[in-house]
């Protein structure tokens, strides 16, 4: 790894003025699981390394069933599925939150810093997207909102702009009879990266039989995490059965635009879209359901 | 250029001061500047769990960690287990049960198990493989590993 400096900052002024004043010669450390890998083979090099950690809006995690959700960009996975709160409302985060790396990694790496790297394969993001979330940016011009399915632009790169950060996620209160789910697939059990991933979460109506609305994201079938939008929304004011899955994980297939590569072909990975489209779906509406 | 940062943390239960540079991870400040060797390089990228250490009573990878970052905070490596009066329960349970052959991994293994048995003793066999699924190993096969922790765990109860 090249000489860095490293900067300890206690407000998010202060840090945003150091990020600004060396451009895109810096960058934030949360667990520090992608970028100190980065920095230490070559695929990215900066001056300044910024700590997210000292930062207390940061380190904020919060979960009301008034206001939702709000992760800070530094915390850590474990700290997440650690909390009973936040796993019984949103089971559907749990399940990348607690599947990303193994535990040493979980014990570091943040869903900020997930969403930040930007890779198409990133676990957390497609439940992100699926659940609604909101990216909660600050800036030496102000701060700004961001939608999760507009943040990530392409492998690796992301919205923020110089002398930008992710202060946190936020999510909204899960509604009446919803739930969601993440799976992936990988040829083993443990610390591996998504062939496919797949997030969906869905609202129903009281009777449990009938979708509401759904919303889809997948991982690892494009150059960035994909909302599937159009899946998600042929759900709507349908009957759960599994003939309107099938269609909406035809559509989910539909959405993805995946490459061959040494993880998986294309023919797999539509195939894996469809499969595991389907078995999130069923997840879900179980969870929506109470199960 | 920057020049070394000053540190203060405590490493195995007496605090420690070192001066180190910005880029080095905790895993080369223990190994070079701290003379620990105890604690292994491996990858050096987070797959393998050889550098496994205990960070404010969680288990990290040394290698993704820098060194600066551990200014104020508690890690526990392998050095810390041993005591005057022998050595730790799982390290005992990993002789005892044949759990090692080359012994590099090793260190990672009884630092990432303590982490688990400290907080859960009777954790079973599933929930031990799962929990050391980022320690790679090489030699054994993981099976006697797997059973000497679940032995540690019974002596730890």
Sequence with gaps: MDWIDFATPK?????????????????????????????RGGRRSVDLVVDAKQIPELNEMSYSPQNGLVIGAAVPCYLIYADNAIAEAYPGLIDAASLIGGIQIQGRASLGG??????????SIPPIIALGGV???????????????????GPGR??????????????????????????RFIPRNEMDIAVVGVGTSVVLDESGQNFVSARIS????????????????SLAG???????????????????????????????RNHLVGVLTRRTLNIAVERARGG | MPGPTHVQATINGEE????????????????DVLGMTGTKEGCNDGNCGAC??????????????????????????????ATADGLHPIQQAFLENAALQCGICTPGFIVAAKGLLDEEPDADEGRIRHWLAGNLCRCTGYDKIVRAVLDAGEKMK
């Design chain 1, 11 to 39: 407000t998010i002024s202060e840090a945003v003025e150091l990020l600004a004043s060396k451009g895109d010669r810096a960058r934030l450390i949360a667990g520090g699981t992608d970028l100190l890998v980065q920095l």
């Design chain 1, 114 to 123: 997930n969403l930040c790297n930007a890779a198409p394969s990133g676990d």
């Design chain 1, 135 to 153: 990216a909660h940016i600050a800036g030496s011009n102000g701060s700004r909102q961001v939608a999760a399915e507009d943040f990530c632009t």
């Design chain 1, 158 to 183: 992301n919205v923020l702009q110089d002398g930008e950060m992710l202060v946190s996620i936020n999510i909204p209160v899960p509604v009446a009879h919803s739930g969601a789910s993440y799976l």
């Design chain 1, 218 to 233: 997948l991982a690892s079938v494009a150059p960035i995490p994909v909302f599937a939008k159009e899946a998600g929304d």
């Design chain 1, 238 to 268: 349908k009957p759960v059965s599994e003939a309107t899955i099938q269609e909406a994980s035809e559509k989910a297939i539909a959405a993805a635009t995946p490459i061959s590569d040494m993880r998986g072909t294309i023919r797999q």
């Design chain 2, 16 to 31: 420690v001061n070192f001066l180190c540079e910005p880029r080095q991870s905790l895993l080369e400040v223990l190994r």
């Design chain 2, 52 to 81: 496994t250490v205990l960070f404010d009573g969680r288990i990290i990878d040394s290698c993704l960690v820098l060194g600066v970052e551990i200014q104020g905070r508690e890690v526990t490596t392998i050095e810390g287990l």
